[in-house]
Structures are given as C-alpha cells and as structure tokens.
C-alpha cells in the first residue's frame, strides 16, 4: 500500500507565506511525477504543480509566486507559496504517479488526504 502524507497548510494574510510539504510511503519503486493539486469550494480539482526528475510545470496563476521542488531519496515534495493571494484559498492536494513493488508495476496514480490553505484579505 502507498501514503501520501501532506503537511504545512493553515491560515495566511494576503502577501504572505506558506510552505507544503509531502512524504510517499510504502513499497514503492519508483516514483515518476509529484505535484499539488488544488480544489476551491464549488470548483473543481486544478493543478498547481507538478515536477519530474528532470522538469517542472506550473498553472499560469502561480507561475513566479510557487515553487515545487523534491527530495527524491525520501520521495517528498515540497511547494513553497509565497505572495499568497485570497485566490489562492482551497484545499490543496498532493499526487504521485508512481510504481509498486517492481520494474513491471504498471504506475498508479496515488492521492493525500488533503490540507487547507486559507488566505485573508
């Protein structure tokens, strides 16, 4: 079985800072994509972000605002928020394409529990 833990969400005034972080767990093989998802009340699921081991892509309204960084020996990922907007309040969500067990696992698409981010104007 795989685990996605996140951490890191809370309650931030507008212009300020935020920092999620989250862990994959289990009998993982190898993880090809994480990223971070987010879902505002009423709207539906969006990316924020994703990272490869060899590239990053960004939704257009956090590019220059968010970076996604990871930490592939403890198959983490990590998104640091900064100019935080009301905007961008949602329940953010991390995800993992990743392979169980072996070479020939087919990759599965794996999801956290969620953590909120709540920006104040």
């Known amino acids: 079985q795989v685990q996605l833990v996140e951490s890191g969400g809370g309650l931030v005034q507008a212009g300020g800072s935020l920092r999620l972080s989250c862990a994959a767990s289990g009998s993982i093989f190898s993880v090809d994509v994480m990223g971070w998802y987010r879902q505002a009340p009423g709207q539906q699921r969006e990316l924020v972000a994703t990272c490869t081991s060899g590239s990053t892509n960004y939704a257009d309204s956090v590019k220059g605002r968010f970076t996604i960084s990871r930490d592939n020996a403890k198959n983490a990922v990590h998104l640091q928020m900064n100019s935080l907007k009301p905007d961008d309040t949602a329940v953010y969500y991390c995800?993992?394409?990743?392979?169980?067990?072996?070479?020939?696992?087919?990759?599965?698409?794996?999801w956290g529990q969620g953590t909120q981010v709540t920006v104040s104007s």
């Open positions: 995800n993992a394409i990743l392979r169980i067990g072996s070479s020939d696992s087919p990759s599965g698409f794996y």
